[in-house]
């Protein structure tokens, strides 16, 4: 069972940055598309970004021209750098592998992903 593991939340203003970290366990990590979700309170989580083993990226409407997501096999980590944070970027960010190795398709729906980390909080004040 691979274990994920998220880091780099915090508080920001409004306009600023962060960078997550999420690191994997296991040998495989190439092999997986790895996505970020996140979940405001009182909503639903929803999906953010996702890259592929070939390093392709995804990103929802909401998360395109301010996130960009990367990963480093070397270190089994992926990054999202998040700029020019608003208010509603508020959430809790969770890191996901994808359930299947090599996978090509969408990548949208948390239900593919079947490995979850605990979640970090990104709190972004007005």
């Known amino acids: 069972q691979v274990q994920l593991v998220e880091s780099g939340g915090g508080l920001v203003q409004a306009g600023g940055s962060l960078r997550l970290s999420c690191v994997a366990s296991g040998r495989t990590f190439s092999s997986y598309a790895m996505g970020w979700f996140r979940q405001a309170p009182g909503k639903e989580r929803e999906f953010v970004g996702a890259i592929s083993w070939s390093n392709s990226t995804y990103y929802a409407d909401s998360a395109k021209g301010r996130f960009t997501i990367s990963r480093d096999n070397a270190k089994n980590t992926v990054y999202p750098q998040m700029n020019s944070l608003k208010p509603e970027d508020t959430a809790v960010y969770y890191c996901?592998?994808?359930?299947?190795?090599?996978?090509?398709?969408?990548?949208?729906?948390?239900?593919?992903?079947?490995?979850w980390g605990q979640g970090t909080q990104v709190t972004v004040s007005s």
């Open positions: 996901a592998r994808h359930g299947r190795t090599y996978y090509s398709g969408s990548y949208y729906h948390e239900v593919d992903f079947n490995s």
